[in-house]
């Protein structure tokens, strides 16, 4: 974890922190700042952070916003880094969870008088195989048995695991319907469910944007172009989307990114730390 000390205006930022009272302002200034502890970012890449920001907001004329605008946007990327931990958690365990559901389906299908080789093959190294298909069978049925059993390291396999198996006074300790369910389970790339969450960090910001900035939003307008490739830049800045992941103008991608994936508020308070 990576540790610094920040100290925005929080005199701007009364509509993020529910009863921010002037006298934890003038606490906090007293102090020199809040403490911001950091998970996703180290010492480099915040200073790297620190630069690419003061760069976007010199293009913009914000200058002057620079400490809310870095304080805002570090707590919305922990967040947001916490929720991606988890969305890949969930990703991993599912594919763990297909694969094996896979496997045991496949051993279930074999034909009757059906013989049946092991391979295994190691990454940089030339397939391991029992020919043999007795000693193969063997083998594979050790492995059936320890799962049916499930004397299984829950590290590895994870606690998806577990919707493969029927109640203890089952006679099928594995379920073959939902071994057929989990192994045509869909696995969705976690990046395609981060998109609503850069909509979210736009909107966040929006809110600080349209009531202390300039860019404000014309009659009517939940979005304009000035602040389309505003946020476009900051997107690029945390390294959320790169430049081979559109062909299209900065402010389109977002307008498009807005319209795919809908928020409903403007931006979302936090009580203070």
């Not at 960090?201 to 404000?216: M, W």
Request: glycine letters at 4%.
């Amino acid at each position: 974890m990576f540790t610094t000390t920040l100290l925005p205006d929080f005199r701007r930022l009364t509509d993020y922190f529910i009863n921010l009272s002037e006298e934890y302002i003038l606490e906090v200034e007293s102090d020199g700042g809040v403490v911001v502890n950091l998970e996703y970012l180290d010492n480099a890449g915040f200073e790297q952070l620190q630069l690419r920001l003061a760069s976007i907001l010199e293009r913009f004329d914000l200058k002057e916003h620079y400490k809310e605008l870095l304080y805002l946007i570090l707590r919305k990327n922990e967040e947001i880094g916490e929720r991606h931990t988890t969305l890949l958690h969930q990703h991993n365990e599912e594919k763990k969870l297909k694969e094996v559901a896979t496997f045991l389906l496949g051993i279930k299908n074999l034909k009757q008088h059906e013989t049946v080789q092991l391979a295994i093959k190691p990454s940089l190294s030339q397939t391991l195989t029992i020919n043999s298909s007795g000693i193969a069978e063997w083998m594979i049925q050790s492995i059936v048995d320890k799962l049916e059993k499930q004397e299984f390291p829950l590290s590895l396999f994870g606690s998806q695991i577990y919707k493969l198996f029927n109640g203890f006074g089952d006679d099928e300790l594995i379920s073959l319907d939902k071994l057929i369910a989990a192994s045509k389970l869909k696995l969705q790339n976690p990046k395609f469910k981060l998109r609503p969450l850069y909509v979210e960090l736009c909107l966040y910001l929006q809110g600080y944007l349209v009531n202390e900035t300039h860019l404000i939003l014309p009659t009517n307008a939940k979005l304009s172009d000035k602040q389309a490739n505003f946020f476009f830049d900051i997107l690029q800045m945390l390294d959320y989307i790169t430049i081979d992941d559109f062909d299209s103008e900065p402010k389109d991608y977002i307008y498009a990114l807005f319209q795919n994936n809908k928020q409903v508020s403007v931006y979302q308070g936090n009580k203070t730390d």
